[in-house]
C-alpha cells in the first residue's frame, strides 16, 4: 500500500487553475521531493494533503485513509512543519511542545519532550520563550511539533528557508538519520536545489499545477545534461536548453 | 466524549492558560472593564436610589443587577472571539488545523475558556459591587444561574457568528469580536423595559434571548418570584439561535477550507 496516493488532483481559485491533474504516489518510508517556481504549485498541494484546502475535483488518499471523508484518522498520523505556520511566541519551547503532544495523543509527553530537545541539541532552550529564539533555533522547534507524534506521513514546507548553511546542514542531517531510523514517509517542498538532491530519492517537478517531469536526481541530472538540479531546475522553468535524449 | 477529544481539548486550553500565565496586561484586562462599568452604573444607581426613595432601591438593584448579568453576555462572547484570534494573530490555525482537533473540540476549547474568561472577568466586580454597594446579585436566588447561563449561550452564538465573520473576511472582521454586542445592548432591554422601545425594536428585542433575561430580572426584582417562562423562551431563543448561526459556521468553515483562507487568516 502507498503511503500517500493523489489521483487528477485539481484546485481552481475562481479562474485561476492552482493545480490541475495532479498524479502521483509515494510508498512507505520513502522521500519526495516536491520542486517548483512560485506559484507551481507546490503549497497547494501540501494545503490538499493536509486538509487545509478541499480539492476541486481528484481524490487524495494518505495511510489508506481517503482525506475527503476521514482525514482526522490521517491526520493523527501525519504532520507538518513550514517557516510560514508560527508557533505561538509567548508560550516556551516545552509549553509549545506539551500543547502539540496532547493535540496528537502522545502518550509520555514529557519524555518525548526531553528526548527530541536532546535529539535537536536545544534542551537548554526548553524554558525559553519561543519568540526569543534565533531562525534556526526555531526551525528546530518547529521540527521538534512536526515529530512530536512520531509522524508516519511528514509533510515538510521549505524547512529550511532563511537558515545560515550551518544551521541548514544540520537539520538536513537530522532528517536524513530521522528517517533511516523511523522509516517516515517525507514529502518535501523546497527552493533548495542542494537539499532536494541530498535527501530525495525521488522527486516531481511541478510547473502551472502540473507535473512536468520526475525522476531520481540521477536521472534528472542524466536527462538534461547537467551537473546540478538547480540547471535542471531552470531548464524546465525556463524552457531552455532541453537535451532530453529521444 | 471520548478520552483523545478531552485530551486535544485540554492541549489548545493549555496553550492559552500558558499565555494568561505570562501575559498580566491580558489578565488584568480581563477584570478591567467589567469592574470600571460596575463602579460607575453603582454610583449612577445609588445618586438616583437616594433621590427617590424605595421605589429607587428597587431600580437601583435592577439596575445594577442588569449591569453585571449583561457584562457576562459580553464577557463570554468577547472570550470565545479572542480566544479565536489569538490563533490568528499568532499565526498558529495552520498548525491547529492540520491536527487532529475536530472543528467541534475547537469551539468546546473556546467556550470552556469563555466561562474561564467570564468568571475572571466577573466575579471580581459581583464581590466589588457587594463590598461597595452591599448589593448581592445572589440575593435573588438560584434563578440567577439560569439568567447568567441564558446570557452565556447568547454570548456563545454571538460569537460563533464572529468567528464565521472571521473565517470569510480574515482578521479584517476582528472588530466585531469587540463590538458586535454593544450593538445589541439597545434591543436587550438591560437598563429599561421592552416597552418604552419603538415598535420596530420591540419586535427586535423580542427575538433576543437577553430581553427576556432582563425582563425576568426586572420580575424577580419587583415581584420575587422566579419568571421561569422567560427563562423558558430565552433558553428556547438561544436554542434557536444556535442552530441558525451552526448552520452559518459550517458553511464559512467549508467554504474557508475551499478558499485556503485556514492558512491566509491572518494576513
Redesign the interface.
Known sequence: MHAIVVDRLCKSFGEILAVNGLDFSVDPGETVGLLGGNGAGKTTTIAMLLGLLIPTSGNISILGHDMARARFAALARMNFSSPYVALPQKLTVAENLRVYGHLYGVRGIEERIATIAEQLGFTAMLKRATGELSAGQKTRVALAKALINRPDVLLLDEPTASLDPDSGDFVRSWLERYRAESGCTILLASHNMLEVERLCGRVLVMKHGRIVDHGSPAQLLAKYGRDDLEEVFLDIARDRNRRIPA | MTN?AV??I???M??HL??YK??WPRLLELAYWPTLTMCIWGLTARFFAARTGSAGTVAFGMLLGGVLLWEIALRSQMGMAISFL?EVW???L?????????PWELLATLMSLSVLRTAAGVLPAVALAWALYAFNLFSLGPVVALFAANLMLMGWWVSLGVISLILRHGAGAEALAWSVLFALTPFSAVYYPVSVLPGWAQTVAWLLPSSHVFEGLRAAFVDGGVPYSQIVVAAALNGVWFVVVGALFLREF?AA????N??LIGE
Not at chain 2, 495552520?94 to 475536530?102: D, I, N
Not at chain 2, 477550507?257 to 485556503?260: K, N, S, T
Open positions: 483523545g485530551r486535544r485540554w492541549g489548545l493549555y496553550r500558558m499565555l505570562r501575559s489569538e499568532s499565526r498558529n495552520g498548525h491547529v488545523f492540520v491536527s487532529p482537533l475536530r467549508r477550507r475551499e478558499r485556503g485556514l492558512l
